[in-house]
């Protein structure tokens, strides 16, 4: 059948259906599943719900040592009728599989290269030298390209971009890989089945990134409003500090064999990919929009606004206004200004924003490869005054949850704003005490941004060393974190009094009850988040079609991540899926239509990556997550879908 996609009852069982799960083979068709579940084609959705699934236990070992999915997922309809779906996960390839690269080879997934697109050997093992690949994927956008046609695919062609944030152990089991391997970020050709909407990989391709001098640390991702993958470089290195201290010697002498080469500069930015027509891809960073720990940038549907989250100790709220539509290669970044109306809980806040200036990407990148650190500021780590009374022209500011004593050079407010985003934000006065502010999203209709905040503690609690008077100051932590909602509007003026130029400015910030995690005394099982609500948000997305946000965790407070959808008119949260015990949910995406199916993407990382709320689980657990995911190196891309079980009274 041939739909037009829309919210009809006839395109809904084939857009949200996850009929994926369904092989022609088995007899099942979509005519079929129409015809078998009541009520008329033309009938409109009315709402999307999902139940939430109970939290695994080791009365189940194996659910605890997988991808396990308990949910359903109800359609409901303005003629009454409705419509369940069972979900399941589907995943693409388990990092380390070999895989086709459409020329008649095969490549490794998650595999990493070099400057010169050559592999990265890991030599740890005497005799057992082999490829190193990332058991972290992350960031995932699923995307569609008018017209484009491959060989090998036999139904609709659809790409994914898909990249890897890190790899945790070199395979010795010793060698702690964290941020010491360059990013790399692959483009996957898939085949998407026309009549069951099922995602097979047809052809997978290593971004070649020596462009944009390779990529550090890829965390979360978004999808465009054009169609293209904004990736992220989180933690960016301190350009002040040695070079050791946060691996930036071991990330170059992996990415270009000289320990000393790679610029600190030259990461913590916006990278930019392109999809090909051919299933390649192209690669830009964007300079300009703030030097940060990004993690997940939304953009909004002016298709210039840009809200990111900052995951860092003494982070701050950054947007980023393009000049143009479609092009962040030139614009203002601004950062907000926290105006607290209640210390309760996870607080609220009326916000501001102080422009910190504006640039072109090509002008910061020259700026990085041509000033030192010094050309641009000073910075102490004590008090200056303390071995030269007469020191002067320093101010105190909080720097990841310690003190710095900054002073700015002359004429360098444009470099220091963004390649010294961070202590020039502070110095401006911005509120730079959010913890590890995680994914953020937008939900268009109600012109409303959610922001993921993972523990909230340290500099935004009251009295806190890292905290800044007068700022964010709640009355005690949360170290299970919230998700907090921000009201966009325009006509908005910054601190100066200047017109920002969008229409989609966060106004004030608060976190919804139902989002607010919970500390408990450690449970049997070791949690030590209440396990029936969120803890330490990270991936956010958001379902226009569903009304539904997805909440993935990446938490030290439950024994298993979880992947949550709340409904934002009912108020109900759902846990969906559960992540194998010690990983993190990563890598989501809500995709509310291509082809008229609609998909939810996602992975996980670091499975079996054990911590004391583990002590419990440990023994039983890691022998068999080690032999589910290739001795705890490998981790899982893919989606969820339907099982297609639950369809077998609709067979012709």
């Known amino acids: 059948m041939n739909h037009n996609p829309g919210t009809s009852r006839r395109n809904l069982l084939k857009m949200l259906s996850a009929a994926p799960m369904l092989p022609l083979s088995t007899g099942f068709a979509g005519s079929a599943l129409l015809a078998g579940c009541g009520g008329g084609d033309d009938a409109k959705l009315t709402g999307v719900s999902f139940s939430s699934m109970p939290a695994p236990t080791l009365a189940n070992p194996a659910a605890m040592a997988t991808t396990t999915v308990g949910s359903v997922m109800s359609a409901s309809f303005d003629d009454g009728s409705k419509v369940d779906f069972k979900l399941s996960y589907a995943p693409f390839f388990i990092t380390g599989d070999l895989v086709d690269d459409g020329k008649g080879g095969k490549v490794l997934a998650g595999g990493y290269f070099d400057i010169n697109n050559k592999p990265i050997i890991d030599k740890t093992v005497a005799g057992k030298e082999r490829q190193f690949f990332s058991d972290c994927p992350d960031g995932t956008s699923l995307i569609k390209i008018e017209g484009a046609k491959m060989a090998g695919v036999k139904g609709n062609t659809v790409f994914a971009v898909v990249q890897f944030e890190y790899t945790t152990w070199a395979q010795d089991g010793k060698s702690d890989m964290y941020g010491k391997l360059p990013s790399p970020i692959a483009v996957l050709t898939l085949d998407q089945n026309p009549d069951t909407g099922k995602l097979s990989l047809v052809k997978y391709h ?46 170059s002498l992996n990415l270009y064999g000289d320990a000393s080469k790679a610029n600190p500069y030259l990461y913590g930015h916006l990278p930019e990919v392109t999809v090909n027509p051919d299933g390649t891809g192209s690669i830009k960073k964007h300079y300009c929009t703030g030097r940060i720990s990004k993690e997940l940038v939304q953009i909004m549907p002016d298709e210039r606004t840009a809200l990111c989250g900052d995951d860092w100790t003494n982070g701050g709220l950054f947007m980023f206004v393009a000049d143009k539509a479609r092009d962040l290669s030139s614009g203002s970044l601004y950062v907000a200004k926290w ?299 893919g989606y969820l879908t339907a099982d297609s079980a639950q369809f077998s009274l609709t067979k012709r």
């Open 339 to 637: 105006s607290q109306t209640s210390s309760a809980g996870a607080g609220s806040a009326n916000l501001s924003w102080i422009k910190l200036g504006s640039a072109t990407s090509a002008e910061i990148e020259n700026l990085a490869k041509t000033l030192k650190p010094t050309d641009i500021m000073d910075v102490k780590t004590v008090d200056p005054t303390i071995a030269d009374p007469t020191a002067t022209g320093y101010t105190k500011i909080n720097y990841s949850g310690k003190f710095n004593w900054v002073k700015l050079k002359p004429g360098m407010e444009k470099a220091a704003a963004f390649l010294e985003t961070h202590r020039y934000a502070a110095l401006m006065g911005a509120s730079m005490g959010f913890t590890k502010m995680e994914g953020t999203t937008v939900n268009i209709k109600d012109k409303i941004a959610y922001s993921a905040m993972s523990r909230l503690e340290a500099s935004m609690i009251k009295g806190n060393a890292a905290a800044q008077t007068g700022s964010i100051e709640l009355d005690k932590k949360i170290s299970a974190g919230a998700v907090y909602a921000m009201n966009l509007k325009g006509s908005i003026k910054d601190t100066a009094g200047n017109a920002i130029n969008s229409e989609w400015v966060a106004v004030d910030m608060a976190a919804p009850a139902a989002l607010v995690g919970e500390d408990i005394a450690s449970d049997a099982l070791g949690n030590t988040g209440n396990p029936d609500k969120i803890a330490n948000p990270d991936n956010l997305k958001f379902s226009e079609k569903m009304r539904t946000l997805f909440i993935g965790e990446d938490s030290g407070q439950h024994v298993n991540n979880f992947l949550w959808a709340y409904n934002v008119d009912t108020k109900v949260l759902s846990r969906v899926m559960s992540i194998p015990a010690g990983g993190e949910s990563t890598g989501l995406q809500a995709v509310d239509e291509i082809n008229g199916w609609t998909y939810i993407m996602s992975n996980f990382q670091h499975a079996g990556d054990w911590g004391a709320i583990h002590n419990t689980v440990k023994a039983t657990l890691d022998p068999l997550i080690k032999a589910n995911y290739k001795d705890k190196f490998g981790a899982a891309v």
């Open 206 to 251: 290593n971004v070649d990134t020596s462009s944009v001098h390779g990529l550090w640390i890829t965390c979360g991702a978004s999808l465009s409003p054009w169609g293209t993958h904004l990736s992220s470089e989180e933690y960016e290195p301190d350009a002040f500090a040695a070079r050791s201290a946060n691996n930036m010697d071991a990330f």
